[in-house]
């Protein structure tokens, strides 16, 4: 069965100390992998798309690693304006209509 | 650029008592649309998907549907809510042409009593 487990469920980090987000996938024929952010009340922000094991992406504090069988989303020097919700997806080859999110990182960033 | 609008953006329902919420697509035809439900707390679960006007693909049983009478348009619904039904609700699209990276409407906060 296709699954997506985010973890942690949530963490607390003081601001500039980096950490990472881990999403593990069982999927068939991964399509992509997709990282979102999401403010409380409000609908997910694209981050970052990948696509194969070993590309990486990054946009500004934010860096995007994938394997074969897990993404981290490292948060490097974080700030109080990066608490959100960190959300994980993942698309199947075989139909790649359907999208499987986990659960999501909630992380807060204190001053 | 492209821009996905939903409304209302919050709607306090009894139960029992239909649902109308609607989605539209700016700046873009031919998008795949797709229908989300976020529970408290938990991940989105796929509710419908749509690849053209009149198809539409449902994932979940229950009393919910999803109409797509225009390009750009789509729409959910329901009969008779039930208080399961409460939850934040989300409409996306992606291009039909790279279907992959989807992009989120602001959502509707559906509470039902």
């Known amino acids: 069965e296709d699954q997506v487990t985010q973890s942690p469920e949530a963490l607390r980090l003081q601001e500039g100390e980096s950490s990472s987000l881990n999403c593990s996938y069982t999927v068939s024929g991964l399509r992509g992998l997709f990282w979102y952010r999401q403010d409380p009340g409000k609908g997910p922000e694209f981050l970052f798309t990948?696509?194969?094991a070993g590309e990486e992406k990054e946009k500004e504090r934010l860096k995007a690693t994938l394997t074969k069988k897990e993404s981290f989303l490292h948060i490097t020097a974080p700030k109080p304006e990066d608490s959100a919700t960190y959300l994980c997806?993942?698309?199947?080859?075989?139909?790649?209509?359907?999208?499987?999110f986990g659960s999501g990182t909630k992380l807060n960033v204190k001053p | 650029s492209q821009t996905i609008h939903q409304w209302p953006a919050t709607l306090v329902q009894p139960v029992g008592s239909p649902l109308s919420l609607e989605c539209t697509v700016e700046g873009t035809s031919n998008p795949n649309l797709y229908w989300y439900r976020q529970a408290a707390g938990r991940g989105l679960q796929l509710l419908f998907y749509?690849?053209?006007?009149?198809?539409i693909s449902s994932e979940v049983p229950q009393n919910l549907s999803a109409s797509r009478p225009q390009d750009r348009q789509f729409i959910l619904s329901s009969k008779k809510l039930l208080l399961s039904d409460s939850g934040f609700y989300l409409c996306a699209w992606n291009s039909r042409g790279n279907t992959d990276t989807q992009y989120f409407g602001p959502g509707t906060r559906l509470t039902v009593l």
């Open positions: 749509s690849i053209g006007i009149g198809q």
């Open positions: 990948l696509y194969s």
């Open positions: 997806a993942v698309q199947a080859g075989r139909n790649f209509n359907k999208f499987y």
